[in-house]
């Protein structure tokens, strides 16, 4: 009974590749996230996606690009990897309920780029 | 700019009591949060403050000044098991979230 799941846990590959990160919730949240997470643990908001409106961080390269196919689903598709995107990417999502909207993150994948 | 300011590190005592201080800088204000997360792990919820005042639960603690800028979290009779790295986010005018660089806290026996 995950509430956030993301699929790949572990991820390793070479500079240049093209990857996808998996991300779901049953929670039946309106609104998903996408974090990036560094060494320095500093987390970053990526996008945040929901059924009407997708909120892109403007530092973000569009070699990042989020898909979703349906309101329980998010995921992170990233072209032509570089040194730099190695981190660990967290999706979250979000329901706006009693005034606030707590966020429930996924375990998170740990990208390595060699 | 919007900026949210955290101690990088904290070191206390199994069975003490700790505060973890954050200010904030930010374009509006629609509440704070204090989350935390575990090494290796996903950030946790632990509290959300939108009024001024204190908020307990249990061990901890959220207290916010919105005057100031400034919220605390205060953990008492602290366990192994809390260590971890403490994060302060504000969500500001366009309710987007703001978040800090995390507290690290390490607990001694």
């Known amino acids: 009974d995950t509430a956030v799941s993301q699929t790949p846990k572990y991820l390793v590959t070479q500079m240049g590749n093209d990857k996808s990160i998996k991300c779901e919730q049953n929670?039946?949240?309106?609104?998903m996230y996408w974090y990036k997470q560094d060494s320095k643990k500093f987390l970053k908001i990526m996008f945040s996606y929901n059924n009407k409106e997708l909120i892109i961080n403007e530092t973000v390269p569009n070699r990042f690009s989020p898909k979703s196919p349906d309101k329980a689903h998010l995921n992170l598709h990233i072209n032509s990897l570089e040194l730099g995107d190695s981190a660990v990417y967290f999706c979250?999502?979000?329901?706006?309920?009693?005034?606030?909207?707590?966020?429930?993150f996924g375990p998170g994948t740990r990208l390595t780029v060699l | 700019g919007q900026n949210i300011d955290q101690p990088t590190e904290m070191t206390a005592t199994e069975g003490a009591i700790v505060q973890i201080n954050c200010t904030y800088q930010t374009s509006g204000f629609n509440g704070l949060f204090w989350y935390q997360q575990h090494a290796g792990e996903a950030p946790t919820f632990l509290s959300y403050?939108?009024l001024d005042g204190l908020e307990e639960k249990g061990r901890f603690s959220s207290f916010l000044s919105r005057s100031k800028g400034y919220s605390y979290l205060l953990l008492k009779e602290l366990q192994m098991k809390d260590s971890a790295s403490y994060l302060c986010a504000v969500r500001d005018s366009n309710y987007q979230l703001i978040w800090g660089a995390g507290t690290k806290l390490i607990i001694k026996p």
């Open positions: 979250a999502s979000s329901q706006v309920a009693g005034g606030r909207d707590t966020q429930y």
């Open positions: 929670l039946g949240h309106d609104t």
């Open positions: 403050n939108v």
